[in-house]
């Protein structure tokens, strides 16, 4: 299964998530990702799964007149999947909705992934990071890529691309949020010349248990420095689409693995699929494992969870 929710998203209303991409596939391996460590590190394109599968999923999945977006964002980097521009501009023409992809970015430097992401209606990219340095140890990205090039790509790709791109810049408490390191990310925005910049912090379990999500007052210093960027920096509310799963065990495995569930997410879902009890027995059963961050519950499949 490709295609999941819709999801609430922050930025995106009720955006149908399709992932292109084998778990865990990436070419960075960054210390807040919330799918934890990257297992396939790796910059080659290849055509993971029969695009028209991929495809056939999407327009099964779209729920009528409830999607905002169909977002391309994977379990892993979607532009590593190199049909990516064949599924954009077929999902644009078979549903008549906006299309956007969540990338890293970091394959921008090459002119057929800008071809790709230049069918899209909104391209999110990631930085991080105004200098090598911070680059290397916020998103650890595969040992070929350099921030210049991931930012000469990201600078490329705006000047090329006539819709949105919104960047996101993750901020972890000491390693990119001081003032020197906001300064520094600041100047790299100015050269991408985005259309909104939005300011995150880890508020889903990390990859890594030293992160930590930066103070409220660094956030807003951030969005200062960075004129007027927007923080989505509160946990999503709003229900998961649900109609692509039988039974409330599968719609909790196949949404925890990509996206960590809040102990009340997962006894929502219980309670709209009327299985009282599921999830207690799946604490039982070590299925799903309690696991608090930033004094949250969540209950992650225990796949998910291990390592953390
Ligand atoms: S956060 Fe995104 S870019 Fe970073 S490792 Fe996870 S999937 Fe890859």
Not at 36 to 64: C, M, N, V, W
Request: hydrophobic share 35%; proline share 6%; with cysteine.
């Amino acid at each position: 299964m490709y295609v999941y929710g819709p999801v609430p998203s922050r930025r995106l209303g009720r955006s149908l998530g399709v992932s292109p991409i084998p778990p865990k596939t990436c070419s960075y391996t960054c210390v807040y990702c919330q799918l934890g460590r990257t297992t396939d590190l790796q910059i080659k394109r290849e055509s993971y799964f029969p695009k028209e599968d991929i495809l056939a999923d999407i327009i099964s999945s779209a729920p009528e007149g409830k999607t905002d977006y169909v977002t391309f964002v994977g379990d892993g980097e979607p532009t590593l999947n190199k049909d990516l521009g064949w599924l954009i501009q077929h999902t644009r023409d078979r549903l008549h909705l906006p299309v956007a992809v969540i990338t890293n970015g970091s394959l921008l430097s090459r002119k057929d992934v800008r071809e790709d992401l230049g069918m899209a209606d909104v391209i999110i990219p990631t930085l991080d990071a105004g200098n090598e340095m911070t680059f290397r140890a916020v998103n650890r990205p595969h040992r070929n890529i350099s921030f210049d090039s991931m930012l000469r790509g990201q600078i490329d790709f705006r000047r090329e691309y006539s819709g949105q791109v919104w960047i996101e810049v993750m901020l972890v408490k000491g390693l990119n949020d001081t003032e020197e390191e906001l300064q520094s990310i600041k100047h790299a925005i100015d050269m991408i010349e985005p259309d909104r910049v939005y300011v995150l912090t880890p508020i889903r379990p990390p990859a890594e248990s030293w992160v930590k999500p930066s103070d409220p007052q660094t956030i807003l210093r951030a969005q200062e420095i960075f004129g007027g960027a927007v923080s989505v920096t509160e946990l999503e509310t709003g229900q998961f689409g649900l109609t692509e799963f039988t039974n409330a065990r599968q719609a909790i495995m196949e949404i925890g693995s990509r996206h960590p569930l809040r102990s009340e997410q997962a006894t929502e879902i219980e309670l709209m699929f009327s299985e009282s009890g599921v999830v207690r027995q799946m604490i039982e059963n070590k299925e799903l494992v309690n696991f608090k961050y930033n004094g949250v519950d969540y209950l992650l499949p225990e796949h998910f969870a291990r390592g953390r």
